[in-house]
C-alpha cells in the first residue's frame, strides 16, 4: 500500500522560514512532487526530486532522502500569500499517477 | 496559453443519477489525469489516460470510468451517485508519461450529491 505523511497544519510568522516534512512507504517510487495549493483553487506544481538531494529554486527548496522515505519543503522569507496548503506527492512506478499526502495547511500571520 | 479547462464548475446531482465531467488538456499535452479530492484530504487518483488508452485505474468502483478522445481532452463519468461522491473532481495534464513531467491541474468541478 501507499502511506504518506505530512503535519495537517503549520503556523509560521512573516519573513521567517518554515521547513515543512513529508515521510512516504509506497511500494515504488519515481519521484517526489510538492504543491502549493490555495483555498478553492487547483493546485501549482512546486518543485520535484527524484534524486537525493536538495534542490532550489528561489524561496522554496526541496529535500529528498530516498533511503529514509522523507523528503522536506523549506519556504524562506514567507509572505502572507504563502498560505495555502502544500502537497506532497509520490509518482508511484512508470505511471504518471502520484499518491498525495492529505497537505499541510501553512497559515502566515503578520 | 491556456491551462487546463474544465467543465461545468459546479455541479448539483441527486442520489441514483449519474454524472459527465469534461476537460481539455494543455495544447500538445497528450496524458490526461482524474483525481478526487474531498474536502480537507489530498487528491486521490481515479484514471489515467494517455493516448487515448488507459494506463492506470485507482480504487475506484465501477461505477467511475473514462474515456480519452482523440483530440486528447477527456470525460469523466460516475453513475448511481452516492452522497459520499459529493468532492472536487480535478483532472490534469502532463506532456508525457516519463518520470519527472509535472501534472498540470485546472480548477476543478465541485459536485454536491443530495
Known amino acids: 500500500g501507499q502511506n504518506i505523511d505530512q503535519p495537517t497544519e503549520m503556523t509560521a510568522t512573516e519573513g521567517a522560514i518554515v521547513q515543512i516534512n513529508c515521510t512516504y512507504q509506497?511500494?515504488?517510487?519515481?519521484?517526489l512532487f510538492w504543491y502549493q495549493q490555495h483555498a478553492g483553487e487547483a493546485p501549482t506544481f512546486l518543485s520535484y526530486n527524484v534524486l537525493d538531494g536538495l534542490e532550489e529554486k528561489g524561496r522554496f527548496s526541496s529535500f529528498l532522502s530516498r533511503s529514509k522515505g522523507y523528503s522536506y519543503l523549506l519556504l524562506k522569507e514567507l509572505q502572507m500569500k504563502d498560505s495555502a496548503s502544500y502537497l506532497c506527492a509520490v509518482r508511484d512506478g512508470g505511471a504518471n499517477n502520484l499518491f498525495f499526502g492529505t497537505g499541510t495547511r501553512l497559515t502566515v500571520i503578520p | 496559453d491556456a491551462g487546463v479547462t474544465q467543465s461545468p464548475t459546479h455541479l448539483i446531482k441527486t442520489r441514483g443519477q449519474h454524472v459527465t465531467l469534461r476537460c481539455s488538456p494543455i495544447s500538445g499535452h497528450k496524458s490526461v489525469s482524474w483525481y478526487q479530492q474531498v474536502l480537507g484530504q489530498g487528491p486521490q487518483f481515479i484514471f489515467q489516460y494517455y493516448e487515448k488508452e488507459e494506463r492506470g485505474r485507482g480504487n475506484f468502483p465501477d461505477r467511475f470510468s473514462a474515456r480519452q478522445f482523440p483530440n486528447y481532452s477527456s470525460e469523466l463519468n460516475v453513475n448511481a451517485l452516492l452522497l459520499g461522491d459529493s468532492a472536487l473532481y480535478l483532472c490534469?495534464?502532463?506532456?508525457?508519461?516519463?518520470?519527472?513531467?509535472?501534472?498540470?491541474f485546472g480548477n476543478g468541478t465541485r459536485l454536491t450529491v443530495t
Open positions: 509506497t511500494s515504488g517510487f519515481n519521484g
Open positions: 490534469a495534464s502532463s506532456s508525457h508519461t516519463t518520470a519527472g513531467s509535472p501534472l498540470h
